[in-house]
């Protein structure tokens, strides 16, 4: 079962992005990051993303050995799609990692004539409007308080 579970299938692929020549684009993370996953080979730490971007020229190979009938396992064809890095500075706490599926603006370039991810950055999160019951309680006595003093100074 876990076998089966490696097995790559062309429909896997949907929704990448397919890029051919240098460029900037907003880019999904396809990985799942933790702060323990961090990338020490050197003196720059870093997390490895898996990004939803595939070239123009590995996805056609990819077709090929498919229609070839060659059966792929993300083993095997892992390295043809695209990957990125987060820097340690980028990220101050686990919150600030991307999630899966997160949005980011990728670079592409040629470094020694393949097509990579050169740089990554994080898009800002929007912070929503919180409800705050204790708030909207507190404003309620505030008024009802008011009230009060108002009719006492009535009489």
């Not at 730490?45 to 590995?58: C, G």
Request: aromatic share 8%; proline share 4%.
């Amino acid at each position: 079962m876990r076998e089966e579970a490696l097995v790559f299938k062309l429909e896997q692929l949907d929704r990448f992005a397919i890029i051919s020549e240098p460029c900037t684009l907003i880019v999904k993370n396809n990985s799942r990051v933790q702060m323990k996953d961090i990338y020490s080979p050197d003196d720059n730490p870093r997390w490895i993303l898996n990004l939803k971007v595939i070239s123009n020229f590995n996805l056609t190979l990819i077709k090929s050995l498919c229609a070839e009938g060659v059966q792929l396992t993300y083993n095997d064809m892992g390295h043809l799609l695209m990957t990125g890095v987060i820097w340690e500075d980028q990220v101050l706490t686990e919150s600030d990692l991307p999630c899966k599926g997160e949005e980011m603006i990728a670079v592409f370039g040629w470094i020694k004539d393949v097509l990579r991810c050169t740089s990554i950055t994080l898009i800002p999160r929007r912070q929503p409007d919180i409800y705050l019951h204790d708030c909207e309680v507190l404003d309620e006595i505030n008024e009802f308080e008011q009230i009060i003093k108002d009719m006492r100074d009535e009489k």
